[in-house]
């Protein structure tokens, strides 16, 4: 029988996916005591952790969580859990995985010695499944001699939504490396960025996109500058629908009400489901479930 627990952030979703599953639930208490500190429990243990297959939904994406979430997940090993795999659709710290200069300080790889410092189960070692990390490379920051760390994609979301006639375009020339295996039917066209002091000059790569549909394709969208240079270039080509899509959006100060101004659509998925409720009053946005990705890795993991 398998269990899963979840981050109250993504409580509908672990209620679904048991539901759909026929998986036991367990009653996570998320409180905090006078001095803010995080008081946890979690009920029938006895029953649903020991000697189980335990699911645990985690949600990073703010730093005050993250105490919180370790220490639960440590907690299922430390009760006897037979195999745990913890779901962390949002890996953050993507701005510093690697250092220019010799004082900085790589927050990814010393939030990935956290991660790998996870027990594992009594019966293997526990995975971690994270969606559309920024950086192939922080795979590597992990140890896996202690956790097994699998890299998922959602970039299938929006090929659901999109027709063959779609051309994709990716902001940079990293994220066509990154991405375009995934969409080897589709037209793909690139950018490039070329800094000039403190300017940034976009180019885009030379086709005929006269009327027809583009979607700009990204992992993550955190400001809206770059993909409102590209918008604007697109328009003067005469594209007929301009839409954007990221699997992960963090938009500080709400600029994804600045960049919705400049796109037909917007497309992004609930791994940050803090932000859904941003997304509400904006008639151009639509957020995407990651629930039945969620579902095949659970499935599928035996």
Known sequence: MKT???????????????RNNNMQTVTNKYKTFADGWPNL???DVKQKIEHTDVTYLADISKREELFQNYSLIRWITD????????????????????????????????????LSTIPSGRTGKTSLHIFDI????ERFFFDSNNVNVELHTAMSLIKEKISLDTVVVFPDEWAKKRFWEEFKE???????KKRIWNTREITLEESDINNKEVILIDDLIQSW?????????????WARKISAFATHWVFPNDSHINLCKYLDELIVTNTIPENENRAENISN??????????????????
Not at 4 to 18: A, K, R, T
Not at 108 to 114: F, N, S, T
Not at 134 to 137: A, F, V
């Open 41 to 43: 429990f979690i009920e």
């Open 134 to 137: 920024h950086n192939l490379s």
């Open 79 to 114: 009760y006897y859990a037979d195999k745990l795999r913890v779901i962390l659709p949002f890996f953050p710290v993507w701005t510093m995985e690697q250092i220019s200069k010799k004082w900085e300080i790589a927050t990814a790889k010393y939030l990935a010695d956290i």
């Open 186 to 192: 589709y037209e793909v066209l690139h950018c490039t």
């Open 225 to 237: 500058g770059t993909l409102i240079e590209t918008a604007k270039i697109l328009r003067k080509k």
């Open 4 to 18: 899963i627990l979840s981050h109250p952030q993504f409580f509908q979703m672990w209620n679904d996916i048991s």
């Open 285 to 302: 946005m639509q957020v995407v479930s990651i629930q039945k990705l969620v579902e095949k890795i659970i499935t599928w993991d035996n």
